[in-house]
Structures are given as structure tokens and as C-alpha cells.
């Protein structure tokens, strides 16, 4: 009797258990466990045409905005260091420029701020300057396909 009522009690407790976990089973889990905040599959990205005009206007704003802002105009990845994603940032720009030198403008920015872009497969870091110096440098071989440019002849 003990026996059969332990086991009564064992399916009880087991069966919703295994219902649930049927259930989160099917469910789609997040790609980002991030409390608040789901990710959820986006349009593809458009970047902007080469010339198209856009105004860089950031008056300390924090240094993920103008990421932000560049990523989806260029469609580009980015990471950000944590401690230099709330960095100030101040670009004041009177006048539009074209999305083609906006690559050039944001470097420069991130150049003024002492920070810099590490190559990434998929994505480019912003780390600090100081820290780029010990990255590894990618090198490439015969195997790889590339093919040093060639020098221009001298003509006496």
C-alpha cells in the first residue's frame, strides 16, 4: 500500500515536470539571455548609398549611440569594451556628409578619442588604442591566395 501510493505520488510530481519541459522544448529559446531584452530576427540590413548624406551630431553622447548609429547605416557589427560603451562622445558637424566618408569620419572619432578598430571575424572590437598594440596581426601566405602588389618600375 506504502508503495503504491509513493509511486501515485512520484507521477504526480514528475508529470507536470516533464509537461513543462515538453513545452519549453518546442518553445524558440532567445539568441541574448539578457533580462529585457530579446533579440528577434531582424529585416537584412540596407547600408545607406555612397551618396547619401548623413549629419554626425553627438554632444557627449554616450560612445554606444554613435556605434549604434554607424552599425546600422554601414551595416556593421560591433563590440564595445564595456567600460568605453558610456564614453562621451562630442561630434559637431555643420554640415552633412556623404555615407561614403562616413567609414573615414568614424575612425577619425574614434581616433580623437584614443580608441581604435580590431578586425574581427563578423564583427570589428573598439578597444583602446594603447591595447591594439597587442593584438595579433594576421599574416598570410602562399596558400591564402594574396599576392603582394607589385612595384612600379623605374624609368630612367
Same mark, same amino acid.
Given at each position: ?54 549629419? &554626425?551630431?553627438?554632444?557627449? #553622447?554616450?560612445?554606444?549611440? !554613435? =556605434?549604434?548609429?554607424? /552599425?546600422? *547605416? ?32 568614424? &575612425?577619425?572619432?574614434?581616433? #580623437?578619442?584614443?580608441?581604435? !578598430? =580590431?578586425?574581427?571575424? /563578423?564583427? *570589428? ?32
Amino acid at each position: 500500500m506504502k508503495t503504491t501510493a509513493l509511486l501515485i505520488l512520484a507521477c504526480a510530481l514528475i508529470a507536470p515536470r516533464a509537461a513543462l519541459a515538453e513545452k519549453e522544448k518546442d518553445e524558440p529559446k532567445p539568441s541574448v539571455a539578457k533580462p529585457g531584452r530579446l533579440l528577434t530576427k531582424q529585416p537584412a540590413c540596407r547600408p545607406l548609398a555612397e551618396d547619401e548624406l548623413v549629419r &554626425l551630431d553627438f554632444d557627449g #553622447a554616450p560612445l554606444h549611440d !554613435l =556605434v549604434a548609429e554607424v /552599425g546600422r *547605416a554601414l551595416c556593421k557589427n560591433f563590440v564595445i569594451e564595456p567600460g568605453l560603451a558610456h564614453q562621451p562622445v562630442v561630434v559637431v558637424s555643420a554640415l552633412e556628409l556623404r555615407a561614403g566618408a562616413l567609414w573615414s569620419a568614424f &575612425l577619425s572619432i574614434l581616433s #580623437a578619442n584614443d580608441l581604435t !578598430l =580590431v578586425d574581427r571575424p /563578423g564583427y *570589428a572590437a573598439i578597444v583602446p588604442a594603447s591595447d591594439a598594440t597587442r593584438e595579433t596581426v594576421p599574416t598570410y601566405g602562399p596558400r591564402d591566395g594574396y599576392t603582394a602588389p607589385s612595384l612600379p618600375s623605374r624609368r630612367n
